[in-house]
């Protein structure tokens, strides 16, 4: 298994420039989430996806479109960049308690850097 | 609004040491909280996870200790290694929904 992966690894963009972040999973999850991680500061939720065909607000969502394309994939958009976006952005898959842990568990991406000038 | 956050920013530990990070957290309706490990360029990693009706959870090398009462939350890691070197953050969820709250994280160094 892959995991969690994303694309690209890094991103610079200008100011007003679009751009749409890749995330996929291969682990068969329903929930799958996009984070963004600033210095100093904890992972913020920005949507999140329960399952497919759905997708909500998470604590950070303006500026940002999502979509569930399918199970495995959850996009990420950006319509016009701005330098307050300049972050680290994680996308996340959730495995739900089974026989072997009675506990959800978040399985992370390793991120993309991006960074808008 | 309610917030999880760490004590220290920084720990220096050496090689061998016992390492102990904290966390503090505010949301008194919280039940599972986690603690994750993330080295430099990489995604966080699970480590640990502990449910609020325990107050304490071993792992391999790894404790993670809940004190309710006072709403704090450990994770000691027992003959600190180089490879431990990363952020360590905890983060904490409520009722298995979907808002997991995370600390900005505690960066620990191991020096050989």
């Known amino acids: 298994n892959a995991g969690v992966t994303q694309t690209p690894k890094f991103q610079v963009l200008k100011t007003g420039q679009s751009m749409t972040l890749q995330c996929a999973q291969d682990?068969?999850?329903?929930?799958m989430y996009w984070y963004r991680q600033d210095p100093g500061m904890g992972l913020r939720l920005i949507y999140y996806s329960a399952s497919e065909g759905t997708t909500d607000k998470g604590e950070v969502p303006n500026g940002y479109n999502v979509s569930r394309l399918n199970k495995r994939e959850f996009s990420l958009r950006l319509e016009s960049a701005a330098p307050s976006q300049t972050s680290v952005y994680f996308c996340?898959?959730?495995?739900?308690?089974?026989?072997?842990?009675?506990?959800?568990?978040?399985?992370f991406g390793p991120g993309t850097r991006l960074t808008v000038l | 609004g309610e917030s999880v956050g760490l004590h220290l920013p920084t720990l220096s530990v050496q090689e061998g040491d016992n390492s102990i990070i904290n966390c503090a957290y505010s949301?008194?309706?919280?039940?599972?909280f986690i603690w994750y490990k993330q080295e430099s360029g990489k995604g966080p990693q699970f480590i640990i996870d502990i449910r609020s009706n325990m107050d304490k959870r071993q792992g391999q090398r790894v404790t993670v200790l809940l004190n309710k009462t006072v709403k704090h939350l450990s994770l000691q890691i027992a003959a600190t290694q180089p490879g431990d070197s990363a952020v360590y953050f905890c983060?904490?969820?409520?009722?298995?929904?979907?808002?997991?709250?995370f600390g900005a994280g505690t960066r620990l160094t191991v020096k050989p």
């Open positions: 983060a904490e969820n409520e009722d298995n929904n979907n808002d997991m709250r």
């Open positions: 682990m068969n999850h329903n929930s």
């Open positions: 949301n008194s309706a919280s039940d599972y």
């Open positions: 996340a898959s959730l495995r739900l308690p089974s026989g072997a842990s009675s506990y959800n568990e978040q399985f």
